[in-house]
T-cell receptor, first 110, second 112 residues
Framework: RKEVEQDPGPFNVPEGATVAFNCTYS??????FFWYRQDCRKEPKLLMS???SGNEDGRFTAQLNRASQYISLLIRDSKLSDSATYLC???????????FGGGTRVLVKP | NAGVTQTPKFQVLKTGQSMTLQCAQD?????MSWYRQDPGMGLRLIHY???????DQGEVPNGYNVSRSTTEDFPLRLLSAAPSQTSVYFC???????????FGPGTRLTVT
């Protein structure tokens, strides 16, 4: 089993709709969680950190479920410009080991 | 600030050739890392450095060497290129090991 797993998608989303997807992690000692966005043939860029209590940034909401060991990202009122691959990143408490998921591709269509 | 820069952007090598991928950052970050990204595999850590003069292996270090003589530069050397090293290579830096990673634009390497 991979340490960090994501549904590769693609998630085909009508413009204006809501889409949500998860990232599961296997190490219960993981401490820090992030979502990155990667556009086609570009470098990943930080979208948002994921806090224990959940957090919002505009149309984006990130949640952490420690009991079931997953984080989620929800995008409301999807825009065409939200089309990208979303990578989750999990950092272990000890040794600062950082692991990327394989990414979830989202395609927002008119 | 230029952020993280990488050269070259594209490279084609023949099997057995060697080359160095350059990475530089002007943000005075202590931590720097090299990743490779293959379809469906996410980013995998090759080598990383927690400061000048200190390097360590990541998940997939075989076939690659690194050095960190200055805070700014972190070159990645391919010793004897193999087709399995065909990939997109990203360099990243971060002020600490646990926060936001700042990525360079990547180098697309093809080994024939």
């Amino acid at each position: 089993r991979k340490e960090v797993e994501q549904d590769p998608g693609p998630f085909n989303v009508p413009e204006g709709a809501t889409v949500a997807f998860n990232c599961t992690y296997s190490n219960s000692a993981s401490q820090s969680f992030f979502w990155y966005r990667q556009d086609c043939r570009k470098e990943p860029k930080l979208l948002m950190s994921v806090y224990s209590s959940g957090n919002e940034d505009g149309r984006f909401t990130a949640q952490l479920n420690r009991a079931s060991q997953y984080i989620s990202l929800l995008i409301r009122d999807s825009k065409l410009s939200d089309s990208a691959t979303y990578l989750c990143v999990v950092i272990e408490a000890a040794g600062n080991k950082l692991t990327f998921g394989g990414g979830t591709r989202v395609l927002v269509k008119p | 600030n230029a952020g993280v820069t990488q050269t070259p952007k594209f490279q084609v090598l023949k099997t057995g050739q060697s080359m160095t991928l350059q990475c530089a950052q002007d943000m005075n970050h202590e931590y720097m890392s090299w990743y490779r990204q293959d379809p469906g595999m996410g980013l995998r850590l090759i080598h990383y450095s927690v400061g000048a003069g200190i390097t360590d292996q990541g998940e997939v270090p075989n076939g690659y060497n690194v050095s960190r003589s200055t805070t700014e530069d972190f070159p990645l050397r391919l010793l004897s290129a193999a087709p399995s090293q065909t990939s997109v290579y990203f360099c990243a830096s971060t002020p600490t090991g646990r926060g936001e990673q700042y990525f360079g634009p990547g180098t697309r390497l093809t080994v024939t």
